[in-house]
């Protein structure tokens, strides 16, 4: 049995297809936040506030980070930036962990061993 007829292939397919669309909706709403905060959006507008409500759990932990840069009622939030960073390698390295998971032929395994040697 080869690796692309595996029994493992289409569960760990969806597993990554999962992580990424979770992934994508989390950036862009982080990118939201972001372009609002420059923008200087009213945050008691009711757009605003649902995207500050909805991506502050996501944003608390990289916000003392950095520093705020103000200008004229805009902010540029470095750390929102930051944050999408982190998340975008914790995904890739989910994605990673999946398809380590992934049956491959012995043959397979052997080219990618030497590979990895060079």
């Known amino acids: 049995m080869d690796s692309f007829t595996s029994p493992t292939t289409k569960p760990l397919y969806r597993g990554t297809q999962i992580v990424w669309y979770v992934l994508g909706v989390l950036e ?39 520093r705020m840069t103000r200008v004229q009622g805009s902010v540029v939030e470095w750390t929102t930036l930051l944050a999408m960073l982190v998340y975008f390698l914790i995904a890739f390295g989910i994605i990673k962990l999946f398809l380590m998971g992934k049956t491959v032929s012995t043959p397979e395994a052997a080219v990618k061993l030497s590979e990895q040697e060079k």
């Open 28 to 66: 862009a709403l982080l990118a939201f936040r972001f372009i609002l905060k420059l923008l200087g959006a009213n945050p008691d507008a009711g757009f605003s506030s649902f995207i500050y409500g909805t991506t502050y759990i996501f944003a608390a932990p990289f916000l003392n980070v950095f």
